[in-house]
């Protein structure tokens, strides 16, 4: 391939295009919309992600700014917006306590140039290989964590020691002065009933703006004592190259891979999770894997953390009426603009009415038509969605993924192999070059000649199902397997093959093959069915031509008294 042609499909793959933009005349004044609501959500978790990880509130911040800046044009979404996440800081924890908050920096830009090579090689289409129950049974899973994670904020409780999620949420309730959390609670409700309620007067009211106004003006009207964002730091550093050494780099491989593998994954769920929820854009996995890779190694040169798709943010994106990637660039502004020039007003913000936000926007994540469809569709993909979302609550998101997928790929072989059969057919001598006129002449062959279809799957899966069938044929000259009708043949059912037709003819039983297809003659060829066979002609395109070949075997193996 020439320069120019490299050059072209790396455009096409991985870089943008004008049409990233395309209707946002039309549309800018929603994303700009949808771009304030977000970054105004962002906001606190960006700090409070940034705390939890053990890197620093700023850290946070300026992920939330750079690498959200950087995703959202060169990702494969125009709906995705990136950021520190509570997944990813879960797994900066342990980093940073066995290497120090440095290392972070070069794990972010180990990890992005690792996820920046997984979009340009084409990986990032196997997110296409994620079933749908996985990928709702996460999205629920997801917005029951979101939902949980509110509930320290909006009962105005310090966030209780812990990991999980839904034990830190169990400890705030515990934990909390009922009377005192009213006034907090009551910011909730009332956030809830505008965020439920505007749309219905007008549904293009920027109604989460306008809820955390609300909310942020009567609590500092009434003086209430509740949490707010607090003060926010006010410095965006220059960029520096880490200075990594081999030691360095192959101390730190690791842990590089370990947050790659989260942010392609977690990326990649959340992006293709917006584009259910609008139709606005279709994703673009490998140009999205790049666009976070990308995002990754400049957060890291800026002293940020690695970042990913933000399914929370991405769904109050979503839900806020974004149609193109503007809205995530003026997320990323905003947030700029807030920590040089409006701090102080920030600040005042209660974390109760961001609580309230989210809490709703996690109601809304979860479509309900599809829970339905899943569930009433067969139990199997039921089971794979249930366990899909108790794992991400549970434990965490990787291992929800991977036990998501690893449950419906055992169910899907179970299927395959329930729909892989073996039928005897009736022997018909119809085509025959020789017609067969005398019954009993028929009646005789019929009694020496055995045709057996296989449909489905000839793999490991249904090996065993096959060989069973055939343990106790020995009571006919000659068996008649038809292949046809098998779509797949892998090594393990061409050596399940192999094994029936050598069992049968050790019993004095002649085998036939009819209709093996150039691919599976070559598997069957390589595990050696086909040299198992008692001759070479014993291989036949048609019945007909067997049947005839079987009732010449017949008959010159018949004793006079048979």
């Not at 070069?106 to 994620?130: D, E, K, Q």
């Not at 009571?475 to 009708?485: F, M, P």
């Amino acid at each position: 391939m020439s320069a120019s042609g490299a050059l072209a499909l790396l455009r096409e793959r991985v870089l943008p295009t004008r049409a990233d933009y395309s209707g946002l005349r039309r549309s800018w004044r929603g994303d700009v919309l949808a771009g304030v609501t977000v970054g105004v959500v962002a906001l606190p978790l960006a700090l409070a992600f940034g705390v939890t990880s053990g890197v620093g509130a700023s850290a946070g911040l300026i992920t939330a700014i750079v690498a959200g800046l950087v995703a959202a044009v060169f990702g494969g979404s125009n709906l995705q917006v990136s950021g520190p996440t509570g997944a990813m800081a879960v797994v900066l924890v342990p980093i940073v306590a066995r290497y120090g908050a440095e290392a972070v920096i070069p794990v972010a830009i180990l990890a992005g140039l690792m996820v920046m090579a997984m979009g340009m090689s084409g990986l990032g289409r196997a997110v296409a290989y994620i079933p749908w129950p996985v990928v709702e049974g996460f999205t629920v899973g997801i917005a029951t964590i979101i939902f949980l994670q509110q509930i320290p904020l909006a009962l105005d409780v310090p966030k209780p020691d812990g990991e999980n999620t839904a034990l830190v949420a169990f400890r705030a309730i515990a934990a909390t002065d009922w009377q005192s959390a009213t006034q907090s609670l009551a910011i909730v409700a009332l956030v809830v009933l505008l965020m439920l309620g505007l749309p219905r007067i007008r549904r293009s009211l920027p109604a989460s703006i306008i809820a955390i106004v609300v909310a942020t003006a009567l609590t500092t009207w009434l003086a209430w004592d509740v949490m707010s964002i607090g003060a926010l730091p006010g410095v965006v550093p220059s960029p520096r190259l880490p200075i990594l050494s081999t030691a360095t780099t192959s101390a730190l491989f690791s842990a590089a891979l370990a947050v790659a593998a989260l942010a392609a994954i977690e990326s990649l769920l959340s992006a293709r999770v917006a584009d259910g929820m609008s139709d606005a854009s279709r994703l673009n996995p490998d140009r999205e894997l790049f666009g976070q890779g990308l995002a990754n190694v400049v957060s890291g040169l800026f002293g940020g953390m690695p970042a990913t798709g933000a399914i929370a943010r991405t769904a109050v994106n979503v839900r806020a009426g974004a149609r193109t990637r503007l809205s995530a660039i003026v997320h990323s502004v905003l947030i700029l603009a807030v920590v040089l020039f409006a701090a102080s007003l920030v600040a005042r913000i209660p974390l109760a009415a961001l609580a309230g936000v989210l809490m709703v926007t996690a109601v809304r994540m979860v479509d309900r038509r599809s829970l339905k469809a899943i569930v009433t569709s067969s139990r199997s993909d039921a089971l794979v969605m249930i366990l899909t979302a108790t794992a991400t609550v549970v434990f965490d998101l990787i291992l929800a993924v991977e036990i998501g997928i690893a449950v419906a790929a055992v169910l899907a072989l179970r299927a395959m192999a329930k729909s892989s059969t073996v039928e005897q057919e009736e022997v018909s001598f119809a085509g025959s070059t020789e017609t067969v006129t005398d019954d009993q002449e028929v009646e005789l062959l019929r009694q020496h000649i055995a045709v057996y279809r296989l449909d489905g799957a000839l793999f490991f899966g249904a090996a065993q199902h096959f060989l069973d069938v055939f343990t106790s044929v020995s009571d006919v000259r000659v068996v008649i397997l038809r292949l046809g009708g098998v779509r797949v043949i892998d090594a393990s059912g061409g050596h399940a093959l192999e094994e029936i037709i050598t069992g049968l003819q050790s019993r004095g039983v002649t085998v036939l093959l009819c209709g093996v297809g150039e691919r599976s003659g070559k598997i069957l060829e390589a595990v050696g069915a086909m040299t198992a066979l008692d001759a070479e002609r014993h291989t036949f395109t048609s019945l007909p031509a067997a049947i005839e070949h079987a009732r010449g075997h017949v008959e010159r193996h018949l004793s006079p008294h048979d």
